[in-house]
C-alpha cells in the first residue's frame, strides 16, 4: 500500500467532515457530547477542554470501528481472491454511483438522458480509435451498473438518508459510545465516501493495510473535528462562513469518487501507487 493510497483515504475523511450535511450539524454535535449550551459556547472564545475532551472521545470511538472494519474488510477480501478482478470492478462501478450521488449529479431532471450522452461519446472515441476495447467494456460497465441502480431508485434511499439529524443530549464519556454507535450506523452523508474507502480496503493484501487505509480515513474526518471541538466559538464563525462553498465541496468530492471508481474498475490505482511507490 503506497503514499497515493493513503492521501485518497485521508482526503475522503477530509471531505467527509466538510459535506453539506455534516459540517453545519458539527458544531450541534460536539455541544450534545459534551453538554456545553450555546450560551456558553459564544461566551467561551478560548481553547475548551471540555468540548475538546468530548469531542477526542468522539473521535476516538468511530476510529477504533472504522479501522477495524478496514481489517475486517481486508479479510472478507481475502476469502473472495479468486474473484478479485471482477469485485474490483463492480466495487468501482459502486463507487462512480456514490460519487456521483455525493456530488448532487442525479438529482438532475435528465440524468439518465445525460448518462446515455456520455456512453455514447465513449463509443465514438472507441470507434475513432482513441479508446481502447477493454477500457471501453470497463467504463461501459459502470455506467450500466449506475443506471440500473439509479433505476431501482438507491440514490432516492441515500438522498432521504442524508435529511436525517441527530438530536438528543449526552456528556463525558458516553462521548465515545456515540461516536462508536456513529461508526456502525454509518452517519447519512458520509455513507457514500466510507463505503468507497471500505471497498478499497478490501482489494488489499493484508488487514493490516486495510487497517492503515480505514485509519487515515478517520485521521482526514477527526483532525478538523479535534480542532472545532477545542476552538469551537470560532469554528461556528468558520461554517458560517465556508457555507457558500458547500456547493464546490460537492462537486470535488463526487468527482475524487468518480476518479476513483473509474481506476478501480480499470485497475489503473494498484500501477499508480506501484509507480509513485517506487
Known amino acids: 500500500m503506497g503514499e497515493v493510497s493513503l492521501l485518497i483515504a485521508f482526503t475522503a475523511g477530509l471531505l467527509s467532515f466538510l459535506s453539506p450535511c455534516v459540517l453545519p450539524i458539527i458544531p450541534g454535535y460536539i455541544s450534545y457530547l459534551s453538554g456545553v449550551g450555546a450560551q456558553e459556547v459564544r461566551e467561551e472564545r478560548s481553547f475548551n477542554r471540555k468540548t475538546f475532551l468530548a469531542s477526542f472521545l468522539f473521535v476516538l470511538g468511530f476510529s477504533l470501528v472504522f479501522t477495524l472494519m478496514g481489517a475486517t474488510a481486508t479479510g472478507v477480501g481475502s476469502l473472495f481472491r479468486e474473484y478479485q478482478d471482477h469485485i474490483a470492478k463492480v466495487g468501482g ?31 465514438a472515441l472507441f470507434f475513432l480509435g482513441v479508446l481502447p476495447q477493454r477500457f471501453l467494456f470497463d467504463l ?75 485509519l487515515a480515513y478517520s485521521l482526514g474526518l477527526g483532525i478538523p473535528f479535534l480542532v472545532a471541538g477545542g476552538l469551537l466559538s470560532a469554528f461556528l ?41 517506487g
Not at 102 to 122: I, K, T, W, Y
Not at 143 to 148: E, S
Not at 161 to 188: H, I, N, T, Y
Not at 237 to 256: A, D
Open 93 to 123: 462501478g459502486l463507487v462512480v454511483f456514490f460519487g456521483l450521488h455525493f456530488a448532487g449529479v442525479m438529482l438532475r431532471a435528465n440524468f439518465l438522458r445525460e448518462l446515455v450522452g456520455v456512453a455514447s461519446f465513449f463509443l
Open 237 to 277: 464563525g468558520f461554517v458560517r462562513s465556508f457555507g457558500r462553498f458547500f456547493g464546490l465541496v460537492e462537486v470535488v468530492g463526487g468527482l475524487l469518487l468518480v476518479i476513483l471508481g473509474v481506476l478501480l474498475t480499470t485497475g489503473k490505482l494498484a500501477e499508480i501507487s506501484l509507480l509513485l511507490g
Open 140 to 214: 461501459l460497465g459502470i455506467i450500466l451498473l449506475v443506471a440500473f441502480l439509479y433505476l431501482f431508485n438507491l440514490h432516492e434511499v441515500l438522498y432521504r438518508q442524508m435529511r436525517k439529524e441527530l438530536k438528543g443530549s449526552l456528556s463525558g464519556l458516553g462521548a465515545l459510545l456515540v461516536g462508536m454507535l456513529f461508526a456502525f450506523g454509518w452517519s447519512p452523508c458520509i455513507g457514500p465516501v466510507l463505503g468507497s474507502i471500505l471497498l478499497y480496503a478490501s482489494q488489499q493484501e493484508t488487514a493490516l493495510q486495510g487497517a492503515g487505509l480505514l
